[in-house]
């Protein structure tokens, strides 16, 4: 179907961010997608904070967002607003990487208080880089997501069946851009 890079802006190895987005991705290829994943935090601290647009791992970064149909963007929110680790790729993203492509923007925080950073910080950013389509996200408490000593994850009941309903919906747009971009070519 379609390729999709799904984005872990998460500073921590231990990121309920990053382990709720794999736990997605495997959704979304169930569902018949490629899915990448792409951790910020693997990326070069100096390319990152120096600019350093030309740096190979920025410019392999940029390529597969160049490559990919729709990208998933996963936050946890800090300060009420999405990760500086993710502020600083995007920068140095071109200014249209998101162009023609479908998103799905996704954030973790520890109270409800920052639910509508997803609307108010992340979702501006993202759709200056020139999206096709910016489908609803979906904010999730920390508390809603546990991970059990052998590294399976478990979401509750009510934030997992959120969280498949906007999964399903990125699917669906996504699946319907990929469509009519394969009867016009």
């Given at each position: 179907?379609?390729?999709?890079?799904?984005?872990?802006?998460?500073?921590?190895?231990t990121?309920?961010?990053?382990?709720?987005?794999?736990?997605?991705?495997?959704?979304?290829?169930?569902?018949?997608?490629?899915?990448?994943?792409?951790?910020?935090?693997?990326?070069?601290?100096?390319?990152?904070?120096?600019?350093?647009?030309?740096?190979?791992a920025?410019?392999r970064?940029?390529?597969?967002?160049?490559?990919?149909?729709?990208?998933?963007?996963?936050?946890?929110?800090?300060?009420a607003?999405y990760?500086?680790?993710?502020?600083?790729?995007?920068?140095?993203?071109?200014?249209?990487?998101?162009?023609g492509?479908?998103?799905?923007?996704?954030?973790?925080?520890?109270?409800?208080?920052?639910?509508?950073?997803?609307d108010?910080?992340?979702?501006?950013?993202?759709a200056?880089?020139?999206?096709?389509?910016?489908?609803?996200?979906?904010?999730?408490?920390?508390?809603?997501?546990?991970?059990?000593e052998?590294?399976t994850?478990?979401?509750?009941?009510?934030?997992?069946?959120?969280?498949?309903?906007?999964?399903?919906?990125?699917?669906?747009?996504?699946?319907?851009?990929?469509?009519?971009l394969?009867?016009?070519?």
């Open positions: 179907m379609a390729t999709v890079l799904s984005v872990s802006g998460s500073p921590s190895a990121s309920r961010t990053a382990r709720l987005l794999r736990h997605l991705d495997e959704r979304l290829i169930a569902q018949g997608h490629e899915v990448i994943a792409l951790d910020v935090r693997t990326l070069p601290a100096e390319a990152l904070l120096g600019a350093d647009f030309a740096h190979p920025i410019v970064a940029a390529a597969l967002f160049e490559q990919a149909d729709g990208v998933v963007v996963g936050t946890p929110v800090y300060k607003a990760s500086g680790l993710l502020k600083s790729l995007l920068d140095l993203l071109p200014q249209y990487a998101l162009a492509k479908t998103v799905l923007p996704l954030a973790t925080g520890g109270t409800t208080a920052h639910v509508l950073a997803i108010y910080a992340l979702r501006p950013v993202l200056s880089m020139g999206p096709a389509h910016i489908t609803p996200g979906w904010f999730t408490l920390d508390r809603d997501i546990t991970v059990g052998d590294g994850l478990t979401v509750a009941p009510g934030s997992a069946e959120a969280l498949a309903q906007v999964t399903d919906q990125f699917s669906a747009a996504l699946g319907e851009r990929t469509t009519l394969a009867a016009a070519g």
